[in-house]
């Protein structure tokens, strides 16, 4: 039986409670939203004593599925200020899993403010003051408390969320002990900082989950599911995600100047070849897995120009928001911000997309690097009231700064995919219940049209019609990877469903097919969806800017034309 | 036959429509507001040019009936996100109604940003380029502008208003042909600002109004208000609205280093008296009208230490939020922010409340005077990050300042009167569809419980029975007064509309009684709480901070405990 770890901050204990054998397919998102929405007061202040933090493995975390290691972070956002679940890789779901543990929820806050670190081990767990640890980042925080060798995890956050900045991120340290993966978005580290939490060290242990109710055939699902991942999903492994620079630079959606472009002169030096060359020519590493068990391995280790260890991993996104949409077309500088973000504990997305708007309203000139450094320190730090103002992220930002071009829904930014051209990522930026989140139901660019899923009569991204069920069925696909565990790259696919109901059966000896697998999915969904119209969300707040529907994307011509009518549709 | 004046900034056109008779009951606010919730998208951007402005005088105004020349200024609010009105003394009311004028309704945007100069007059209306009066103070702005001789009256923004800074209100001249009276709150100095429209110049006219339908009873009905209310309201004339001071510090209400404490050690220095004192040395003036016809006649004219004109008029609100709320006890001080808001054209209300949070924040000190003045200035020129981040009100700076005490509603700051006392004022507060604002439902204080309206059951302005009853009464009896265009000093009073149903059947003969007038009231009520409902706000905005509720002010130790079931039962 599985356990929830309940941690008071309040009083410093920490008790633990079983999972009901029932809700054996919940854990992740699933089991994170429902514990929010359940019993955090929807009104709560983020960053107050009621709101609560929880960290849940997916359900099918640590048991040899592959792919299965991302970690669910969930709490009510101080960003949005709606439900929020951030998932990151890297070794803590494994680590929590193989300790039988569901979940871990932190509740209340210390009368001291805090620091402290919970550790949590085969005996069991407790708090420890941290008073040391206060305002490390999280690159020498990890350095003194891990050791690597024993193969433990941790989680943690930088100065950015010991300062309730909402921007701030959760960091976990993946397979080398970097602390490089992120449950990045919403400002789930300053919800972490308000707790006066700074880490948790995860020990490496035995598994302590029973075995599958039928060994042999979850073995050998499990080695079909690799093989078919491994097989389709080529690409990733070989150029990782920045494959999608010049991919989306040529369908005219990269993000270039705060929105104000949807191509950039100089993708060709933030491409993925141009990363490639300079990751091999350093002794850095492509094809990179961020926790065992993945056969995807789309991650990448970076070096500096003395070949010298920077950051891991450089993705997409993290490319386009801190690049080109700030009209930076370097990828040293990049990877410099990207360190610099994950050791103060930044979301590289949020802070690319305020930076995009502080440019725009004249800070900085597009493209001035040492400027968007030297703004990154100033919220990493909060050390001026610039920096506390961009550590709001872009809608707060861009408002204040007087900037109209503010692309954000439900106060969170857009990722990489101008909905302008990706129509279909738009209407999951406007309806998902996390706000503009690329990870609640991407779909992403192929050749032609979408990568998956690939309907009929949905042949461009651009097209109107089609895309609201394609985002409805992508975002309750994406919400089925986000409760198991698994990683989104597997495909949101149909056929993907099958294999988790596959899996499901083979392990606890459940009866369930593609059909339940959905519900679970759509369970989620409306519980977060229910969660927000009790905290004041309404339809209003399921919209895009306006901008994106009156100023056509250059050079396309493109505007975000679906009708309101069909975004009202989703989730009916 | 009344009319409305269209102006058009995108074409710079003017024109004239007629306005429906059986609306003769229509003006001020319920004319703003109606206009407002009939022809503006509630999702448009308020800075956008799809966001009206409407200046309406109240339906009685100008036609003789004493204390009935507010201006009512309404639109989207760039603060509230909702619908606005807010409204102010002054000439203006009085010249649009003499001009048969019902409303100026400001549409659109002009392609090169303006500024223009709207002049009205006998003989129509025009748009003129002003590029020379290009961030003008008020002050210099109005004399320029403004020949006093001629009786006209301005209505204008200051540089705050040019940089749509949500914290701009709008100025109106008074008899001296002062820019000292202000549509204040709720930002819509900014709205005419993003129209690019710097100033009004209303000539002065013969009436142009048809006359009553019963002269004489009309006549007499007037008298008989005019001798009720000047002999009802004597302590205003007097003392003016500082007379509060002293009043709500002994109640413990009187917010002081932002809502911390309840009563202020300088209160004395800050009070009437001390007022009177310095007025009238200094050859200044206590009892002085805002308007002619004005009976109560509670304004003042402040001058400096040399005796020379310095404000006009210094208002129990002002002192407190500039004042006690900034640890400032000092007059001079607060006389000389009020005229640097004034000039620049600043709400001093949300000023104060911002220079309190910031002043928790650390920024400054409180009671620092000369550090409150610089960032005024800040604030005013837009020329700093801090600058506009004041600009953006309470809710914004005290959020990205980090501050846990914000003391706003609707994004929109409270008045001066703590609601954990005064916790009528307090279900205004919290209810109204306005905001946070003390115009919109204040149950004023008096020597014992409340002066009007006087209820049995409510002897105590800190109890919780009857306190959302007598709010809901007095936001309904005070939308009449605003529509009216009747300052709400009159007394908020059930005998009241009786005056106002009297004096409407023998200027119209009509024949209205208490009831109707009620369902006036109402009806504009419900269509503006319509409005801000499809603009997305629910339940959960009609709320309080939850530090009211939470934290004991001293040194009473009263909270906020009107239970929320009570706040939802207003207006249903």
Request: with cysteine.
């Amino acid at each position: 039986m599985r356990k929830i770890l309940r941690v008071n901050m309040s009083d410093l204990s920490v008790r633990e409670e079983d999972m009901s054998q029932s809700d054996f397919w919940l854990g992740g998102r699933g089991l994170t939203s429902r514990i929010i929405a359940r019993e955090v007061d929807p009104g709560a202040h983020p960053l107050g004593a009621q709101n609560k933090l929880v960290f849940a493995p997916g359900s099918l975390g640590g048991l040899g599925v592959p792919c299965s290691g991302r970690l669910s972070v969930g709490g009510k956002s101080p960003l949005t200020g709606g439900i929020k679940e951030a998932n990151a890789g890297g070794m803590a779901a494994l680590r929590l899993s193989s300790l039988g543990l569901a979940a871990l929820v932190v509740e209340g806050r210390p009368a001291d403010g805090g620091p402290y670190i919970l550790w949590v081990g085969k005996s069991g767990a407790k708090l420890l003051p941290a008073h040391n640890l206060k305002g490390l980042g999280n690159y020498e925080l990890v350095e003194q408390l891990l050791d690597t060798s024993q193969g433990a995890a941790t989680i943690s956050i930088g100065p950015a969320g010991e300062n309730c900045l909402p921007v701030a991120g959760v960091a976990v340290t993946n397979i080398e002990g970097y602390p490089a993966r992120f449950a990045a978005r919403g400002g789930l580290g300053a919800v972490m900082g308000s707790k006066g939490l700074k880490a948790i060290l995860i020990e490496k242990s035995d598994n302590h989950r029973a075995g599958p109710a039928d060994p042999e055939s979850f073995k050998k699902i499990c080695q079909q599911f690799a093989q078919e991942v491994s097989s389709l999903r080529k690409g990733l492994t070989q150029y990782g995600t920045a494959n999608l620079v010049s991919l989306v630079n040529e369908m005219g959606g990269l993000p270039t100047r705060n929105y104000s472009a949807g191509k950039f002169e100089d993708a060709d030096k933030i491409s993925a070849g141009a990363l490639i060359e300079k990751i091999s020519r350093r002794g850095g590493k492509m094809g990179h897995p961020c926790h065992t068990g993945c056969v995807i391995r789309c991650s990448n280790i970076y070096n500096d120009s003395q070949g010298k260890y920077l950051t891991s991993s450089l993705e997409y996104e993290t490319i386009a928001l801190l690049g080109s949409n700030c009209g930076i077309g370097d990828l040293d500088a990049i990877a410099a911000m990207d360190r610099i973000c994950d050791d103060y504990g930044l979301d590289t997305i949020e802070m690319g997309a305020t930076l995009g708007v502080a440019m725009e309203a004249g800070i900085l000139e597009f493209g001035d690097q040492q400027g968007a450094i030297g703004l990154l320190h100033q919220v990493g730090k909060a050390s001026s009231v610039l920096g506390r103002l961009l550590g709001h992220g872009v809608q707060v930002a861009g408002q204040v700064l007087g900037v109209k071009r503010i692309p954000a829904v439900k106060g969170q930014s857009m990722a990489a995919y101008d909905p302008r051209v990706f129509k279909g990522t738009g209407v999951s930026y406007a309806t998902s219940p996390m706000g503009a989140d690329h990870t609640a139901g991407n779909l992403l660019p192929g050749k032609q049209g979408y990568s998956w899923p690939v309907r009929k009569g949905v042949a461009r991204c651009s097209q109107v019609e089609g895309q609201w069920q394609l985002s409805e069925e992508t975002q309750v696909i994406t919400t089925v990877c986000d409760l198991t565990g698994l990683c989104f790259f597997i495909g949101t696919t149909r056929e993907n469903l099958d294999y988790v109901a596959r899996l499901f059966n083979a392990y606890y000896g459940f009866e369930a097919e593609r059909y339940d697998v959905v519900q679970w999915g759509r369970q989620v969904l409306l519980e977060e969806i229910d969660f927000n119209r009790r905290a004041g969300f309404t339809g209003v707040d399921d919209r895009l800017p306006e901008f994106f529907q009156t100023e056509p994307l250059p050079p396309s011509g493109e505007v975000f034309d679906i009708p309101e009518k069909d975004l009202k549709k989703l989730f009916k």
